[in-house]
């Protein structure tokens, strides 16, 4: 079946019904159940501003491989902007988007406009991302993480299906972002099951994300480092050696195009600077290391799990 796209939260709900009641009626549309039945259908959505590369194909995959029912939303959205400049430059690629997902085997595109998300102009109650949110990425962009998870709490509550399994699919690069939204499902009880899909990398290392094209050959090339510093701190992690994350400093101030913001090993449960064992001591346990920088016109991220 072709790929449905719908731009309206009643269409959406429509669509979705529709597609969930299917399965329930197809003779293989599910295992049965311990009591013969068959088994209750699964939704997976796929939360997106679009401009999709090979890392959000992999989390339509990812959703795919374990829900009947795929939907994939594509929404810049205003609120994760401070600069309206930004904001207007982020690519739009729907057409590219909609032959990438439909390879992926999505269902469901969701694409609505601003007005569709925030009739009523900018929301008047947004979802506070707290301490977290203030930090790394949040302390370089306030209000970025109120903005996120506002419309990942939107997303979540418009897409949620009736008498289904719900899971939804972020990737581990905005690691930052990934634990907020955990957070948030816990504190405020939704019913759906967050999964973290692996950070998804060119040839050369570079993590994929939408601004890359943005970036001249020089400024790749140089953009490099940022995932040579992570994986020179991941191979001493697994050879628990003392990270020395202090050490790698030389090699990203030798890149003159490479404006560093920030770089932690952190607790990857509390976010939390890991300083025991981490510099002169060998390495044990678990960490997460985190790097953001200026690369030209472009504001790039990159995370890395340490000794898991």
Avoid at 254 to 267: A, G, K, P, T, W
């Amino acid at each position: 079946m072709a790929i449905q796209v719908v731009t309206t939260i009643a269409e959406l709900a429509a669509a979705s019904a529709d597609l969930l009641a299917r399965k329930r009626t197809q003779p293989d549309g599910g295992q049965a159940g311990g009591d013969g039945m068959p088994a209750v259908p699964s939704l997976g959505l796929v939360p997106t501003m679009g401009a999709l590369h090979a890392g959000h194909a992999m989390l339509a995959r990812a959703a795919a491989a374990r829900n009947d029912v795929v939907v994939v939303s594509i929404f810049v959205n205003p609120l994760q902007f401070g600069d309206e400049t930004d904001l207007q430059r982020y690519p739009r690629t729907l057409e590219a988007d909609m032959a990438l997902l439909e390879a992926e085997g999505v269902d469901l595109v969701f694409a609505p406009s601003v007005a569709q998300m925030y009739p009523d102009g900018p929301p008047k109650v947004c979802i506070a991302s707290g301490p977290l949110g203030g930090k790394y990425e949040g302390a370089s962009r306030p209000g970025h993480f109120d903005g996120a998870l506002t419309v990942v709490a939107k997303l979540l509550h418009v897409c949620l299906p009736t008498a289904a399994e719900y899971r939804a699919y972020f990737g581990r690069k905005d690691a930052q972002q990934l634990a907020l939204i955990k957070q948030m499902v816990v504190d405020l009880n939704f019913p759906v099951e967050i999964v973290g899909v692996p950070v998804v990398r060119a040839d050369d290392g570079l993590a994929l994300s939408s601004r890359n094209r943005f970036l001249s050959a020089v400024e790749r090339d140089a953009a490099l480092v940022l995932s040579r510093v992570l994986q020179l701190l991941r191979d001493r992690a697994d050879r628990h050696e003392p990270l020395d994350p202090d050490s790698v400093m030389d090699m990203i101030d030798s890149q003159r195009l490479v404006v560093l913001d920030y770089f932690e090993v952190v607790d990857p449960d509390t976010f939390e600077p890991r300083a025991e064992n981490c510099r002169e001591t060998p390495f044990t346990g678990e960490a997460l290391a985190l790097i953001a920088a200026q690369v030209g016109p472009v504001r790039l991220i990159d995370s890395m799990p340490l000794g898991f």
